[in-house]
């Protein structure tokens, strides 16, 4: 089957044989159908054929013999390529056969493996063995029963060799008073044998107590037996025993406290550990404790600066003491040992941390050290001199001491100290908020704290109202009465702080600095020899709205400090406090004083002869004003602090209702003594009307035709412009209408009935409407409701009664109501005329008697 492709040209035959292939020719990546069919085709052309025209007719029988050769040979090699598939199928069977008889073999080894092991595990793990056990089982126990035999064993041996050594060392120091051995182990150095030398030290210790009592002072009781006293032989013993073990503890002790302060200077912080941990082991690290804190070069510098006096100057503790400056913060001095104490905790905590075990226990040391020795003594300090500057120097240093040493606290447990960069541990907190507490437990145990703020407030507010209570102290009171019975309370109140003010000043506990305050607040000089002979004036004795700010500016100050110093649940009843002296002192002392003057002034001119001054108006707004005030910052403030306590919240606000009804009802019997004493006046003016006014002579008439008014008018009018002015700057809005309105409904009634009392000829009748006119305008010009308006309005065609025909009375009559309409039977709300009224002005004319007239009035 290997032949050539095609046949040699040297050896030709007669017919040319077919082409030759094997599975190879079809097994090339090269191979191509197409070539391989045009290939056949060529070998099946004679060569003398393949080029030059063709003479001849085609021919197939080459072409026909070389294909039918080639599928010949295609059929033999798929014969062949078939029986090959066959042969490796055959072969790819018996391998996965064999595959899979090998991964069973494995898989039953690999679970008899597991087998095997669960079943040793099982043994090793078993906690004792059981009637049923096998031996494997029993193998793995025994196996652990004999390692722990072996460490009790061991345990023995070491405890044996100890309790041999330590006889020894008793021997020793019992015969010869040395103790050669421990010393030797001592001189060997290293933290173990340390630790062996401190406990065996203090084993010793325990059976010098038992065995050698005679050293410890205690009584044998007498009892002797051979020479033995309690197994000593008392006549023999030559040596202390306590006193040797002592000499020896003390000298290990001091030689680890030497070695922990030179590994201390040389920063060596694991041999501090070690030496830490022997001396704990030793005596609890009691020794080592103390002389770390106690050494510590913090404290050796500041116990050399504690003497140092206090750094604010004289001008920061005037400010200090200033209630209208702001509080210039933290003595410096103070500060900079908080600053310091900063530093120095989170350093040393550091070291702490590095140095010992049991470092929260040296860190709880360091931190009580630190607080009650040094913050304390400079705070103790600070507040010394607040005190001898002013109660408020004292509360303000005592705030800004504990907000900056509160301050410190929060950062410390922030940083962490031992912890860090976590925060601290439960212990180390409350041991900082226990110190902070401690600091100021003196100042702020009971009600010490809330008395002082009370204190030093009620000496600012008498300062603040000595000249006001001075001078309504010594101004003419009312004739005595109902209203003076009313205001007796709070003209005591004011005569209580005016005593107080004045025993305050003259206190020998008064300092300088304080006595200097409270004069400047007062606005009296120091100069005075008697200081109830102090000048005031008309201005001191006036409501001022700045005054009642800054007694609000004090009271939130003492408000805040109180929040950060106090605790929460007493919270409430100290504001509780606080809006008593606020109410006392504002609403009484201050408002209802002045209220009660101008209801005296008001009162004392209800029948005066002359016009009524009523100056005192305006001091109303004022009070309105601070009762606004007073009110909102109670709200807003006091009310929401107590919010936790029920039954004091309510109590504060019933008291604040209380005196806020009590400020407005004598605002409001101030605001109707001036409506009386109004009405009073314009009527006592009404009556000087002349009669003539409305009935001028025939000689009169060129000088009426100049004036505008009678005099009456003018003075009525003139009055209630007054009136309104002064109203207008008492109170505003709908309290200034109902007090307009009120009052124009009384000068209306007045009126109203004064036209029917004159007799008004034709030129007087023109004075009549003109008077109306200026009345009416007068009164339009206040803020009247409408229907008071409407009614005010009515007058005008009073007016016109009085100068119009017979024809228009006539028509005018028919628009009458059949009944009085309203008070004075005016036209009120816009109602009309009564017939009675109408009859009445109609009646008063001069011309009444005419014929026209009297038929119009007989119509009706």
Not at 24 to 49: C, H, M, Q, Y
Not at 475 to 484: I, L, N, Q, T, V
Not at 576 to 605: C, K, P, R, W
Request: with cysteine; net charge negative; proline share 3%.
């Amino acid at each position: 089957m290997e032949r050539a492709a095609s046949g040699s040209a040297s050896t030709r035959t007669l017919f040319p044989r077919g082409p030759s292939f094997t599975l190879d020719d079809f097994s090339n990546k090269d191979f191509i159908v197409g070539d391989f069919v045009d290939s056949l085709a060529e070998t099946a052309i004679p060569a003398n054929r393949r080029s030059g025209p063709s003479s001849t007719s085609f021919d197939p029988k080459p072409l026909i013999r070389t294909f039918e050769n080639a599928l010949s040979q295609l059929a033999t090699l798929s014969e062949e390529l078939q029986e090959r598939e066959s042969e490796l199928l055959s072969q790819v069977r018996r391998a996965e056969i064999q595959h899979d008889q090998t991964l069973d073999v494995l898989g039953r080894k690999l679970d008899q493996s597991m087998a095997q092991f669960e079943a040793l595990d099982l043994t090793l793990n078993s906690a004792g063995t059981t009637n049923g056990a096998s031996r494997g089982d029993g193998g793995g126990n025994i196996a652990v029963q004999i390692g722990e035999k072996l460490e009790e064993l061991d345990r023995k041996r070491r405890k044996a060799q100890d309790a041999n050594f330590l006889i020894q060392c008793w021997t020793e120091v019992t015969d010869s008073g040395q103790l050669t051995s421990l010393e030797e182990i001592q001189r060997q150095g290293g933290a173990e044998n340390k630790v062996r030398c401190a406990v065996i030290a203090r084993q010793l210790m325990r059976i010098s107590q038992r065995l050698d009592p005679v050293s410890w002072g205690e009584q044998t009781n007498g009892y002797r037996g051979n020479g033995i006293t309690n197994g000593v032989a008392g006549t023999n013993r030559r040596h202390n025993t306590r006193e040797v073990l002592e000499k020896f503890s003390e000298l290990l002790e001091q030689d680890l406290l030497k070695q922990f302060n030179n590994s201390y200077r040389r920063q060596n912080f694991d041999d501090m550990m070690e030496c830490a941990k022997v001396l704990y082991d030793f005596n609890g690290g009691a020794s080592v404790i103390a002389t770390f804190v106690n050494q510590h070069q913090f404290f050796i510098d500041r116990d050399q600066l504690i003497t140092d006096e206090v750094a604010m100057d004289g001008e920061t503790w005037e400010q200090l003491a200033d209630p209208d400056s702001a509080p210039p913060g933290v003595d410096p001095s103070l500060q900079s040992l908080v600053d310091e104490v900063r530093i120095v905790m989170q350093e040393e905590s550091f070291i702490i941390k590095r140095a010992f075990p049991y470092y929260e226990t040296v860190l709880i040391k360091f931190i009580q050290r630190v607080f009650q020795q040094s913050i304390q003594q400079r705070l103790e300090m600070v507040l010394e001199k607040a005190t001898t500057i002013s109660s408020l120097a004292f509360l303000r240093s005592l705030h800004a001491s504990r907000s900056y040493i509160g301050a410190l606290v929060e950062d410390l447990k922030t940083h962490g100290l031992t912890e860090h960069p976590e925060p601290c541990s439960a212990q180390i907190s409350q041991t900082l908020d226990l110190q902070l507490d401690e600091l100021f437990v003196p100042y702020l145990v009971g009600n010490s704290y809330i008395d002082r703020e009370k204190r030093s407030l009620e000496e600012m507010f008498n300062s603040l109202l000595f000249k006001y209570n001075t001078y309504h102290s010594r101004r003419k009171k009312a004739p005595s009465g109902f209203m003076a019975a009313i205001a007796q309370q709070g003209t005591q109140l004011m005569a209580s702080a005016k005593d107080a003010y004045m025993e305050r000043l003259e206190s020998s506990e008064l300092t300088p600095t304080q006595k200097a305050m409270m004069l400047r607040v007062a606005g009296i000089r120091d100069d005075s020899s008697n200081k109830n002979d102090i000048e005031v004036t008309e201005q001191d004795g006036i409501l001022s709205v700045a005054s009642a700010k800054r007694m609000i500016i004090w009271l939130a100050e003492s408000v805040s400090r109180t929040l950060e110093m106090g605790s929460t649940i007493e919270t409430p009843k100290d504001v509780n406090i606080l809006l008593n002296l606020l109410l006392t002192n504002m609403g009484q002392v201050y408002v209802e004083t002045a209220l009660d003057a101008a209801l005296d002034q008001a009162s004392s001119q209800e029948n005066t002869k002359t016009e009524p001054d009523l100056a005192y108006l305006p001091s109303l707004r004022p009070a309105v004003t601070i009762t606004n005030l007073m009110s909102r910052f109670i709200t807003t403030v006091l009310i929401r602090l107590a919010e936790p306590n029920t039954t004091v919240r309510r109590s504060m606000e019933a008291q604040t209702k209380l005196a806020t009804e009590a400020i407005e009802k004598k605002t409001n019997a101030v605001m109707k003594s001036t409506m009386d004493v109004a009405v009073n006046w314009v009527t006592k003016t009404l009556a000087q009307q002349k009669k003539v006014d409305f009935r001028p002579r025939d000689d009169d008439l060129e000088g009426l035709v100049d004036s505008l008014q009678t005099p009456t008018c003018q003075a009525i009018c003139s009055f209630l412009g007054k009136v309104s002015s002064l109203a207008s700057q008492a109170v505003d809005g709908h309290n200034l209408e109902v007090f307009a309105s009120q009052l124009a409904l009384a000068i209306h009634r007045l009126l109203f009935e004064h036209f029917k009392k004159f007799v008004v000829n034709a030129t007087g009748g023109l004075m009549v409407t003109k008077d109306i006119a200026k009345y009416v305008g007068t009164v339009k010009e206040w803020p009247l409701t409408k229907e008071v308006e409407a009614e005010v309005e009515g007058l005008t065609e009073v007016g016109y009664l009085f100068i119009i025909g017979p024809e228009a009375l006539k028509e005018r009559s028919r628009n009458l109501a059949g009944t009085v309409g309203g008070p004075g039977g005016g036209n009120v709300g816009g109602r009309k005329l009564g017939k009675a009224d109408f009859k009445a002005f109609v009646q008063r004319r001069e011309d009444a008697g005419s014929v026209g007239i009297q038929s119009v009035l007989a119509s009706l």
